[in-house]
């Protein structure tokens, strides 16, 4: 008897048997089945086929329906998923499921059940070749069919520039069809392949991608340039001669708001097909981008996070863009780094990874230390502008209005009255975070979190940033019955305000979630925001990832002291990854910028540091803090998290797991259990039991026997507990 063990959807670590129905045909491992599972039916992977199993004969369940005749993933893939499950802790099931999309998970068929392309018919491969030269745009799709008459899909077309319009008129003139296919079509063989020249490279850059070409195999190399040093322009040259060999590149950013403008850039400068892969397509959308890069149809995969389990038919190379990023860490479910999993994705297809980054992260500093990576370094902007003069403001004694002091207003009219934008960075959406009452100091309050809700103005309402939660102001103070409730603190919103009306006639265009939450509106508000003339930007770390401002000559921080007190040991590192991201936006055209901190703290040593010698000072200073306290990259960490309704429960669980961790002695210290930074959140009570190790393997071997006997805890069924490897938050 064959007996399948297959991977399901589940919570629940382990592998499933199912026996094989009499005289289907076995299926190789990676093979999506359908099968029973309770009262409902799920599908799973093939993971292995035995012929034996510890459950009964009598109980096992048959497959259902065998859907594949090949794996979902490629070996490299299938590989990656088992590694990754392992590493993270997470079910395999889990973990192979996320990485595909929705509608394959629900049973969609890997490969389009009908590719198409479009083609000449005879009467268009007769037309003679000005045929149509009244008709620009389809004597274009003519000319491209032309050249190319095995016939192109119309994912090959539109990245050629021809329009479904011009196809649909060159078809009802029957000069075009459009057939259907036996097999998918592959990308096809484009010349030229550039749509636009390539710029011209400095020396830094020109050598920088020298040594990018000559690399074969799998390398790791960090290319680290301040900002406005032209990293992009590197990554398009290099990745010019990854497409010239017939292979496709994976290039990860960190945020679904960078995904249209680095997409509109390769898009400009390559003539080949491109998936986009993020959380904000549809279903079939984020389908269609799947199977065409599984296919080899498309030659550019660019996404998010998730985009480092996308298949690839010819891989040839990853860029991780923007690799400190905090966005590339998921943080609830199974929670992978998409940064680290690249790298292990690129050792597995054996092909480089670039990780690219003007701030990069200590790990990946401590990595480039010990010889496992190579940096390359641009340490001068691209053509020719200047990296902005930052200056500290002293708030210590001055008087501050809506968040800004004297000279920070004075300063933002002079930029103004040149013609020139500013961009006032506060990382806090809303009007103002706090809602107090001026004559017994009543303070609102969230009813399901130990946090206070923002005051928003548009509209009026109390949320929760937290957990959502949304009320609408009271009128009256709820202890003392006074009407004289107040905002206390700056958020974006209160900015715009303030801004406005010392600017009348300026536009002000704020950038946060709030006011990019409708499909296109950041697009939207760029476009405002390149149109010529003065101008000021509001806006959150929205702002501060890789947007190019040319007008923008001013950056003004008005609040840098709450992050620089930052309970997360990570702080120091994010603050000063922050301030250098942020300052980048100033003087990136032909006139010099500069950043102005407002600070009580200017003598603050990680601010002095960054300041007079540079983010790599000021990261080499952090580095040997860590060394000294064993924290990453120094150390290896675990968090376990526990939560419930009932304060009790999650406590006593994680005690229950220190004291197995201390009297087991494997080397492991555990530090808690405490309550989290946030001891309620969501009308849950929280517990945090943090692990810490001098070696991965250590925590690795202590977590392998934790997880398993932490599941069979009759206190587990009472708590909603997870375990994050390598956190990059501790909240």
């Not at 207003?409 to 959406?429: H, K």
């Not at 990136?588 to 200017?602: A, E, S």
């Not at 669980?653 to 220190?658: D, G, T, V, Y």
């Amino acid at each position: 008897m064959k007996l399948l063990q297959v991977a399901l959807p589940s919570p629940l670590r382990q592998v499933f048997d199912y026996r094989l129905p009499a005289g289907a045909a076995t299926p190789v491992a990676g093979v999506r089945v359908r099968v029973p599972f309770g009262r409902q039916a799920l599908i799973g992977l093939v993971t292995d086929v035995v012929s034996e199993s510890d459950v009964p004969a009598a109980k096992l369940k048959s497959v259902t329906e065998v859907l594949d005749i090949e794996p979902a993933l490629p070996p490299a893939l299938w590989t990656l998923a088992r590694w990754a499950a392992q590493y993270y802790q997470h079910p395999l099931g889990d973990a192979l499921s996320q990485m595909l999309p929705v509608l394959i998970r629900q049973g969609e068929p890997l490969l389009a059940p009908h590719p198409q392309v479009w083609r000449l018919t005879a009467r268009g491969r007769a037309l003679v070749p000005d045929g149509l030269r009244r008709a620009a745009r389809q004597q274009q799709a003519w000319q491209v069919l032309n050249e190319h008459l095995q016939g192109l899909s119309s994912t090959a077309l539109q990245a050629l520039g021809v329009s479904r319009e011009a196809l649909l008129a060159l078809k009802e003139k029957e000069l075009v069809e459009r057939i259907e296919l036996a097999e998918p079509a592959t990308a096809m063989a484009v010349t030229p392949l550039l749509a636009e020249a390539p710029l011209s490279l400095n020396t830094e850059q020109a050598a920088a991608l020298s040594l990018l070409a000559a690399q074969t195999g799998f390398r790791v190399t960090l290319l680290q340039g301040i900002t406005g040093s032209g990293k992009t322009e590197v990554y398009l040259q290099h990745i010019e001669r990854v497409l010239q060999a017939g292979q496709q590149v994976l290039i990860l950013v960190p945020e679904i708001g960078l995904t249209p403008q680095t997409v509109a850039r390769f898009r400009a400068r390559f003539r080949c097909a491109v998936a986009v892969l993020h959380s904000g397509l549809t279903d079939n959308e984020r389908l269609s981008a799947w199977r065409a890069a599984r296919a080899g149809e498309v030659s550019l995969i660019i996404g998010t996070r998730s985009a480092v389990f996308t298949p690839m038919a010819r891989p040839g190379l990853i860029i991780v863009d923007e690799e400190h990023d905090l966005s590339f860490k998921q943080q609830e479910g199974f929670r992978y780094h998409g940064r680290d999993v690249a790298v292990r994705r690129a050792q597995l297809e054996n092909i480089p990874i670039v990780l690219g980054s003007a701030t990069p992260a200590l790990e990946s500093i401590a990595n480039i230390q010990a010889g496992r990576y190579q940096r390359l370094s641009l340490t001068q902007r691209a053509g020719g502008a200047q990296a902005p003069v930052v200056r500290c403001l002293d708030l210590r004694g001055q008087p501050v209005q809506d968040g800004l002091c004297a000279a920070a207003r004075q300063a933002i009219t002079e930029t103004l009255a040149r013609g020139e934008q500013v961009l006032v960075f506060m990382n806090r959406r809303g009007f103002a975070p706090v809602m107090l009452c001026h004559d017994c100091g009543w303070q609102a309050e969230c009813s399901r979190c130990d946090a206070r809700p923002t005051l928003h103005r548009d509209p009026v309402r109390l949320h929760c940033h937290h957990c959502g939660y949304e009320q609408a102001p009271p009128r009256h103070c709820p202890t003392c019955n006074s009407s004289d409730l107040r905002p206390v603190g700056v958020g974006t919103e209160r900015l715009e305000q303030a801004l406005i009306a010392a600017h009348p006639g300026i536009p002000v265009h704020r950038v946060d979630r709030d006011s990019t939450r409708r499909k296109g509106a950041l697009q939207g508000l760029l476009d405002e925001i390149h149109k010529p003339g003065p101008a000021i930007l509001v806006g959150t770390q929205m702002l501060a990832k890789g947007h190019h401002f040319p007008r923008v000559t001013l950056v003004l921080i008005p609040d840098v002291d709450g992050a620089l007190f930052s309970a997360d040991f990570r702080g120091g590192e994010r603050l000063a990854q922050l301030l250098v991201q942020v300052a980048g936006r100033a003087g990136r055209g032909d006139k010099p910028g500069q950043m102005w901190l407002q600070t009580h703290q200017p003598e603050h040593p990680l601010l002095v540091t960054l300041l007079s010698q540079g983010y790599i000072a000021a990261a080499r200073a952090l580095l040997n803090e860590r060394q000294l306290l064993g924290l990453p990259p120094a150390g290896y960490l675990a968090l376990l998290r526990a939560e419930a309704t009932r304060a009790d429960l999650p406590l006593t669980f994680l005690q229950q797991a220190a004291v197995e961790i201390v009297q087991g002695k494997y080397g492991v210290q555990a530090w808690g259990p405490v309550p989290a930074p946030m001891a309620r959140k969501a009308g849950l009570n929280r517990v945090h039991l943090l692990l810490k190790a001098d070696d991965r393997k250590t925590l690795h071997a202590l977590l392998a026997t934790l997880v398993p006997w932490l599941d069979a805890l009759p206190s587990a069924r009472q708590v909603r507990w997870s375990i994050d490897v390598d956190p990059q938050e501790l909240q």
